[in-house]
């Protein structure tokens, strides 16, 4: 079993792995266990006045084993452009889904086994995510960036591997039936009329009716399309199912859809900053989205903005010291020497990444 050793924080080198989860005095974790430091974040512990951390002992340098390099593939050489590449790959599909193509659906595993060979890139994953995406192909972007989300959220509740490839394809599937849908409502500039919205919510009937047949399509996969958008408090569609009535795919799912499509720029509104959508999140859709689920994104994919760059609603650039697990959007950052607790202080905002 691997010791954990006490250390001086003015003695931490980087690649040293942190052996028990940092909390901050207001409980907000700093830094995860089993995190590799880093300059950056060593500087941060210092900042923070932090002096004693654990850390494994076969991570101390004189114990790790030098580490064999090996030539990365080519697909995995960078993974922006992997990422492109899937998202082209995936228009291709529904762009053949709207000819009446219906066997280029086998390409989508392709494209799901390159999402999953990834599945331990959580950062590049968030970065891809929460990135400015051209408007008028949001569809294409949205369906490759909820297979991201939805498998890193397969991976956090600790789903089993088979399950989490199945949800890595049920994500990027899941609004398929939008191939069925007028281009004129998907791609229009201004909120959709009454009629115009009864006729989108059909994507997800749309969408299961596309895949039902298909050869080796699994049930699971199958049912996250006909299910995502139905809600916890059962005010969702297509039949208005409660609770666990939902399948666990389609209620993970639909977690990883409403915090993409709140990060994304539309034709009607401009994107949330990923901390606005936290709150609204936490605040407003408990009862709307699976609690357990969205506890499991909300206390992991926050983590990773520690030590992001923020614009304040004043102007002023910031850093984000620590997440607030109480109200997640609201962190304390750091703004020059002094630290702001947003969630004491009430006209001030996050506006933006920088």
Known sequence: MDRKISINVNACLPEMIIAETIYSDYGAVIVWEKTELNQNIINRLKDLDIEIIQVYESSLPHNRKRKEVKPQKKEEANFTESYEKNTDEFKTVLQDLSAGKTS??????????SVYARKDQHREIIDC?????????????H???????????????????????????????HDVGKCRISPAIINKPDKLDEDEYEEMKKHSEYGYYLVQYIEGMDRKVMETILYHH?????????????????????????????????TANRPYRLKSSPFNVFELMQNGCFGYLDPIVLNAFLLN???????????????????VVYINRQQYGKPVVKVGEDYLDMSVIKNIT?????
């Open 230 to 262: 139905e809600r916890y408090d059962g005010s969702g569609y297509p039949m208005g199912l409660v609770g666990e009535q939902i399948p666990l795919f389609a209620r993970i799912v639909g977690v990883a859809d409403t915090f993409d499509a709140m």
């Open 129 to 141: 995510v929460t990135q400015i995406r051209k408007i008028d192909e949001y569809t294409y972007y």
């Open 143 to 173: 369906s490759i960036n909820v297979s991201m989300l939805s498998m890193l959220i397969g991976k956090w509740m600790k789903l089993m591997p088979d399950d989490i490839r199945l949800l890595t394809q049920a994500g990027l599937l």
């Open 104 to 113: 280029s659906i086998e390409k989508t595993h392709k494209i799901v086994e």
């Open 301 to 319: 994919i926050s983590y990773y903005y520690i030590g992001s760059k923020v614009r304040l609603s004043d102007g002023r650039n910031a850093e």
């Open 350 to 354: 996050i506006m933006e990444m920088l």
